[in-house]
């Protein structure tokens, strides 16, 4: 391959990447468990942002109930942004799979 074929190709990957990043900082999603008695924000670099805990679940005394909505609502979040890093890698690749040979794990 020839060298300024692989500087075209390194300069698209850079603003590939770029995009990317900047539409990760976009990301927000919202997922809750126990029909809403618990809601969290996550952002996409897979951050909690935001807890939202109902107070009646509170008055119920129940640690367990809490603490397994909690995990509930936070693997519902993260689901939520890898689809969604999953789909804007997509978008920003038109789709292709293993550029060059390069697959990352969850994004194809």
């Known amino acids: 391959m020839e060298v300024k ?5 390194l300069a ?4 590939v990447q770029e995009t990317l990043e900047k539409r990760i900082g ?5 997922a809750s468990a126990g029909g809403g ?8 670099q897979k951050q909690l942002t935001d807890v939202r805990v109902e107070l009646d ?3 119920s005394k129940d640690q367990e ?11 519902e979040a993260t689901r939520c942004v ?26 194809f």
């Open 5 to 9: 074929a692989l500087q075209q190709m």
């Open 12 to 15: 698209q990957f850079r603003q």
């Open 26 to 30: 976009e990301i927000s999603v919202e």
């Open 37 to 44: 008695m618990i809601t969290v924000r996550m952002n996409g």
């Open 57 to 59: 679940l509170f008055k």
């Open 65 to 75: 109930m809490l603490q397994e909505l909690i995990l509930s609502a936070v693997n």
């Open 82 to 107: 890898d689809e969604e890093l999953s789909k804007q890698m997509k978008d920003l690749t038109g789709g292709m799979s293993g550029v060059m040979g390069l697959k990352i794990p969850g994004l």
